[in-house]
């Protein structure tokens, strides 16, 4: 399921953006741009995203019980984190810990092969519902307005698509959890009452501060880092939209930073583009896990083809 897949191909820059949502709801604006570009009526959209923050919110819900990943790498973060948060023992305020618990939550479902929405991607799916679910809880938020910021954060992301690969492998994980924390933070501005241009200069100051972050998955898996940096992103996109409401403006426009992104990404190493050939993936643990997740894989191979062959003969002696 993805979050970005409603585009708004008739706004085709955040300046053109900011011209049309001037003193308009945000969240409408996007809706009527869908209405009129892909025939889509705005309430279908609005049920699908309700879908799509149920399941966020059940996502959130498994994961706080923890369990072991696919490669054996992460999987007990959000448990851990809860149970520190339940007990008294975290200093954060409770939004911030609860924003860092729900995105570790959603990351630890993701690398169990469970249901998540990939809000843009699986990589960095747990940014968005870690900042939105964790304000509306904390601040008491509809969760209608809830829904009406997906539309924000996914018109965002759309917008951002147009130019840019949201892809870790086409430029880094700028344009995963970067692009993910700007959603979340347009979103959240949305969320407590800011105007278009609050959105986009939230968007702009989280997506700026994440220029050059690379994607080098240990073993290949979106496990190490990933997990931990949706936490710590969901964060930096709630300091964003704090400091956009507050009147805090980006010098650099929105729609240069996604330039900027598409440079940086084109001059990335090929080993910091999802390739496990560089930046963590090569550290002495990181190749020490690379070569036992392959050895493993390995054995899982020849079991199979050793089960496939032994099939094969028993077969056949039955024939006879």
């Known amino acids: 399921m993805r979050l970005d897949s409603l585009l708004c191909a008739m706004i085709e820059s955040f300046s053109h953006l900011q011209q049309v949502a001037l003193e308009r709801d945000l969240a409408d604006v996007f809706l009527e741009s869908d209405e009129q570009e892909h025939a889509v009526p705005g309430d279908q959209i609005l049920e699908a995203l309700r879908r799509r923050r149920a399941v ?9 019980g923890g369990g072991t990943s696919m490669g054996k790498l992460v999987g007990n973060e959000a448990k851990l984190l809860n149970d520190a948060f339940l007990a008294g023992r975290t200093f954060l305020d409770p939004l911030t810990v609860k924003a860092e618990i729900y ?4 990351m630890g479902e993701n690398s169990r092969m469970g249901v998540i929405v990939a809000a843009p991607t699986a990589g960095a799916g747990g940014v968005v519902p870690g900042m939105l679910l964790a304000l509306e809880e904390e601040r008491h938020i509809d969760p209608e307005t809830t829904v009406r910021a997906l539309v924000v954060a996914g018109g965002v992301g759309s917008i951002i698509a147009l130019s840019a690969n949201i892809s870790g492998a086409a430029g880094g994980c700028q344009n995963e959890v970067g692009v993910a924390a700007a959603m979340g933070a ?32 240990v073993g290949g898996l979106v496990e190490v880092p990933c997990v931990k940096r949706n936490a710590l992103f969901a964060v930096h996109g709630l300091t964003a939209a704090q400091l956009a409401l507050a009147g805090v403006e980006s ?5 240069e930073i996604v330039e900027a992104m598409v440079r940086i ?13 560089g930046g963590l993936a090569t550290t002495l643990t990181g190749c020490t896990i690379g070569d036992r997740l392959k050895n493993e894989a390995n054995e899982r ?20």
Request: charged share 30%; with cysteine.
């Open 251 to 255: 010098v650099i426009p929105m729609d």
């Open 103 to 106: 995105a570790l939550s959603v």
């Open 186 to 217: 347009a979103a959240v501005a949305y969320m407590m009452g800011g105007t278009a241009r609050h959105s986009i200069h939230a968007a702009a100051i989280a997506l700026k501060n994440t220029l050059g972050l690379v994607c080098d998955p």
């Open 301 to 320: 191979r020849a079991e199979r083809a050793a089960e496939r062959e032994r099939a094969a003969q028993e077969r056949k002696e039955s024939v006879r």
């Open 56 to 64: 966020m919110r059940d996502c959130v819900e498994r994961g706080k």
């Open 265 to 277: 990404g084109r001059a990335l190493p090929r080993g910091l583009g999802e390739t496990a050939e």
